[in-house]
């Protein structure tokens, strides 16, 4: 069975930074894609950024690009989420995503597995 874990959330101040993790068990996603995403309170939920793990390519939403760097760790099948010049509009609850599909995957519903999620929430 494949579990997704995340962790790291916490409350910052704005311009601070925050390292979310996503450990995987269950089974490798060697040849498959994972992501994160997040959801605000009345928001639907949205793409943040995405990994593919057979060619390390990465890509982010807009909102985030140059702020945010998704990466892996093959050894301890882990994903990270390193966030820099947090903004209050970037508080939400934070979601790890996988999928043993390949390519960009930039919608909910293209993911089969999830976490349970870490806040994240920004405010002096």
């Known amino acids: 069975q494949v579990q997704l874990v995340e962790s790291g959330g916490d409350l910052v101040q704005p311009g601070g930074s925050l390292r979310l993790a996503c450990a995987t068990s269950?089974?490798?996603?060697?040849?498959?894609?994972m992501g994160w995403f997040r959801q605000a309170p009345g928001k639907e939920r949205e793409f943040v950024a995405g990994?593919?793990?057979?060619?390390?390519?990465?890509y982010y939403a807009d909102s985030v690009k140059g702020r945010f760097t998704i990466s892996r760790d093959n050894a301890k099948n882990t994903v990270y989420l390193q966030m820099n010049s947090l903004k209050p509009e970037d508080t939400a609850v934070y979601y790890c995503?996988?999928?043993w599909g390949g390519g960009e995957r930039l919608r909910y519903y293209e993911y089969a597995y999830w976490g349970q999620g870490t806040q994240v929430t920004v405010s002096s």
């Open positions: 269950g089974r490798t996603f060697s040849s498959g894609t």
């Open positions: 995503a996988a999928d």
């Open positions: 990994i593919i793990w057979s060619s390390d390519r990465t």
